[in-house]
């Protein structure tokens, strides 16, 4: 399926990414580097960075509990300063505060939901 996942000091798995390729903005570039980007800057068991490949858009999906981080837009920034490192064209379109478990179906984030729930709340199609 092209999933990665790691294994915890418990023996929980949790999903980290895709090792297959995406475009946005005709711009090729790997699941991967955007956990890498996340990582940096966020827990990826409460926050994702979304590549809606439909609409050539990248979304921010927070856990609610990162909203009080003293250093959250600069963090934020971070993220858009590494995207547009790996290609000008990549920018990131939204960024939005939820409870991050609802978009997590077992172990893994439900990446369509999350891209319904952003056209959705900020009316992008």
């Known amino acids: 399926t092209n999933d990665i996942f790691t294994v915890d000091q418990r023996g929980h798995y949790h999903y ?7 475009r946005i903005n005709e711009v090729a570039f790997g699941y991967y580097q955007l956990q890498a980007i996340l990582q940096q800057q966020f ?3 409460k926050s994702a960075l979304i590549a809606d490949t439909t609409l050539n ?8 509990s990162v909203v009080h981080m ?17 290609d000008p064209l990549l ?5 939005d505060y ?3 478990s609802h978009f997590v179906t077992g172990i893994k ?11 959705q709340t900020f009316n992008l199609i």
């Open 109 to 119: 984030l439900d990446r369509e939901l999350a891209i319904a729930h952003f056209r």
């Open 16 to 22: 980290r990414s895709r090792s297959d390729l995406i």
């Open 70 to 86: 003293p250093d959250l837009y600069q963090r934020i920034q971070g993220i858009i300063d590494a995207l547009a490192a790996i």
């Open 43 to 45: 827990d990826p068991t």
């Open 98 to 100: 939820v409870e991050f």
């Open 57 to 64: 858009k990248i979304y921010l999906l927070l856990d609610r």
């Open 91 to 95: 920018t990131l379109r939204c960024v």
